[in-house]
């Protein structure tokens, strides 16, 4: 797969499409896994990965620019096996600026990809708790069929929500782990990334720190 992969839509086909999100900052081997084992578990043919510019649920700015994480995506999955499933990067929350709702962010999918019935929202089962206080629930609930990962015991189940389970094995893995240099196998060319770019702990081990 090249290292540029692709931000838009390849082709005019609809597909059942699927949205994973996140702050990726950066981006770690959990979020790879995640994506494996939703095209492992589902029969979506377009994922699309997505980070914020800056998140509704820490406002506070991100250590990473959303270019830096755009551009460490790029790096983390340009090996990755999509068995034959389109892989999107997209930078539309970024590009746009300021905090994006999970709602403008669908309806903007809608707009921009050719997508086949109800778009999926990917997510952990540790976000499904508070999901009816998100901005906008009742129409969201509307817009999209959640795909939510569960590594076991009860989780609860949102009114009016339509959600599918995917159980899986927990993995240890945290963007914590990576800006400290603790975490990186796989991720070689991120980990260079970030050592190139000063960013997290590089920087402050050029300090000295």
Not at 18 to 35: A, E, Q
Not at 185 to 206: D, M, P, S, T
Request: glycine share 12%.
């Amino acid at each position: 797969m090249s290292t540029t992969l692709p931000t838009t839509a390849t082709s005019t086909d609809r597909k059942r499409t699927l949205l994973f999100g996140g702050s990726f900052d950066p981006v770690h081997s959990g979020h790879l896994y995640i994506v494996s084992k939703a095209i492992e578990l589902t029969d979506y043919q377009r994922i699309i990965v997505m980070p914020t510019c800056v998140s509704s649920f820490k406002p506070g700015s991100h250590p990473a620019s959303g270019a830096d994480r755009l551009a460490m995506l790029h790096l983390a999955f340009e090996n990755f096996d999509t068995r034959g499933r389109e892989l999107v990067i997209s930078g539309w929350e970024v590009a746009k600026g300021g905090v994006s709702y999970t709602l403008e962010t669908v309806k903007a999918i809608y707009s921009l990809f050719p997508v086949e019935g109800t778009l999926g929202f990917l997510m952990g089962d540790d976000l499904l708790a508070g999901l009816e206080r998100w901005y906008g629930y009742e129409e969201l609930v509307k817009l999209v069929h959640f795909v939510c990962l569960t590594r076991g015991g009860a989780v609860a189940h949102p009114a009016g929500a339509c959600v599918e389970f995917l159980s899986v094995a927990p993995l240890r893995a945290s963007s914590t782990a990576v800006r400290s240099g603790e975490e990186g196998e796989g991720l070689e060319k991120v980990r260079a990334y970030i050592e190139e770019h000063g960013l997290y702990y590089a920087g402050r081990n050029r300090e000295g720190g």
